[in-house]
């Protein structure tokens, strides 16, 4: 151990804090170059971060009224335990998460997974040139999220970043203006440092948050046209959260790091404003379909295609496949599913669930 006595007190204060992303940044970067020095704490570290993981679990169970009683020393209660009380005082130190009508929620969360993805890729220093998907690398990824927010911030009144942006595209063209946006947006972003884009995509989306859409009901129910669907502002709120989650599981993917997949309740919004979508873009000519979507707790049947025609065909896919199909991340060869009646119709409603995706 090469790290002198002062530098290795000063950190191992920081520890905790350091296990719940507590740190202000200029503390935050002090931590990772010792731990690659020190192997005292970066044990003490790691056993941190496993506490912060059980602690992020479900509670335990009480135990049952007829276990025996301990033959040996008692062991100390999770509250009393020194690890859990350095974690108790870091966990203080945190911002509170800004709270956001449940319309915002799911993209709140979304955001928070990411952040917490990009800095452990900075406390272990993984390679921010990693090929992620297309031809981006992880520092792209995250720049082609900050062009893809932009539309929603725009609309509620927020600056546009740099480069300037051009003036909005109306009807068709927007796939062709969305993609020479994002690539001046990554090209610009490559001349910065791999942070910095990190910073001007937190700060982007914690405005988002922090706009009275994203509090107000009423504001979010009005409509607005940004990617070439007219949607009321909340479900916009609903689609940011859709793109940040499948670009963190492509970072994650990337990175060996795996990402969890939303939770149950914001996986099944996004399930409801992907058959609306999916629906919307069929159209009245279309096979009639009856698409089931299911997970661990619920199953619901949505008719799509042809209003008053006979349903044709079944399709059952599980939630989390029909999200990735939805984004790109499946395809319809490939992705699980059990069907019935006219595999042509069947087919008809994946290939147009596949053609959604501009991620």
């Known amino acids: 151990m090469t790290t002198d006595a002062h530098d290795h007190a000063s950190v191992r204060e920081l520890l905790g804090a350091w296990a719940v992303h507590a740190l202000p940044p200029d503390e935050q970067r002090l931590v990772p170059a010792h731990l690659a020095?020190?192997?005292?704490?970066?044990?003490e570290a790691e056993r941190l971060r496993t506490t912060v993981r059980h602690l992020d679990g479900p509670a335990p169970t009480a135990p049952a009224a007829t276990a025996p009683a301990a033959t040996g020393?008692?062991?100390?209660?999770?509250?009393?335990?020194?690890?859990?009380?350095?974690?108790?005082?870091?966990?203080?130190?945190?911002?509170?998460?800004?709270?956001?009508?449940?319309?915002a929620e799911p993209y709140a969360a979304a955001v928070a997974a990411l952040q917490a993805l990009l800095v452990e890729l900075a406390e272990?220093?993984?390679?921010?040139?990693?090929?992620?998907?297309?031809?981006?690398?992880?520092?792209?990824?995250?720049?082609?999220?900050?062009?893809?927010?932009?539309?929603?911030?725009?609309?509620?009144?927020?600056?546009?970043?740099?480069?300037p942006a051009p003036a909005p595209v109306a009807g068709d063209r927007w796939r062709t203006a969305w993609a020479t946006r994002?690539?001046?947006?990554?090209?610009?972003?490559?001349?910065?440092?791999?942070?910095?884009?990190?910073?001007?995509?937190?700060?982007?989306?914690?405005?988002?948050?922090?706009?009275?859409?994203?509090?107000?009901?009423e504001q979010a129910a009005r409509a607005a046209t940004l990617l070439g669907v007219r949607l009321p502002v909340a479900d916009h709120f609903l689609?940011?959260?859709?793109?940040?989650?499948?670009?963190?599981?492509?970072?994650?993917?990337?990175?060996?790091?795996?990402?969890?997949?939303p939770p149950a309740a914001h996986l099944w919004r996004l399930v409801r404003l992907a058959v609306r979508i999916l629906g919307l873009a069929l159209g009245p000519q279309a096979p009639t379909v009856a698409l089931t979507v299911t997970d661990a707790?619920?199953?619901?049947?949505?008719?799509?295609?042809?209003?008053g025609e006979p349903v044709r065909a079944e399709l059952v896919l599980d939630s989390l496949d029909f999200c990735l199909l939805i984004g790109g991340r499946a395809t319809p060869d490939a992705?699980?599913?059990?069907?019935?009646?006219?595999?042509?119709?069947?087919?008809?409603?994946?290939?147009?669930?596949?053609?959604?995706?501009?991620?």
């Open 37 to 43: 020095d020190c192997e005292e704490c970066a044990a």
């Open 73 to 103: 020393p008692a062991e100390p209660s999770p509250g009393s335990h020194p690890m859990n009380q350095i974690l108790a005082r870091a966990l203080a130190r945190r911002p509170p998460v800004p709270r956001t009508g449940p319309h």
């Open 124 to 163: 272990s220093g993984l390679p921010w040139g990693t090929p992620v998907i297309h031809d981006w690398s992880v520092q792209d990824t995250v720049a082609h999220l900050v062009a893809a927010d932009e539309h929603l911030a725009v609309h509620l009144g927020l600056p546009a970043n740099e480069p």
């Open 182 to 217: 994002t690539q001046r947006v990554i090209a610009h972003e490559r001349a910065r440092p791999p942070h910095a884009t990190v910073a001007t995509w937190r700060e982007q989306a914690a405005a988002l948050l922090a706009t009275p859409a994203a509090h107000d009901g």
């Open 239 to 261: 689609v940011r959260a859709f793109e940040t989650w499948i670009h963190a599981d492509d970072i994650g993917r990337a990175l060996d790091r795996p990402v969890p997949p």
């Open 297 to 307: 707790g619920r199953t619901t049947e949505w008719i799509v295609g042809a209003e």
């Open 335 to 359: 992705v699980p599913r059990s069907t019935g009646g006219d595999e042509h119709a069947a087919r008809a409603v994946l290939d147009q669930a596949a053609r959604l995706a501009w991620l």
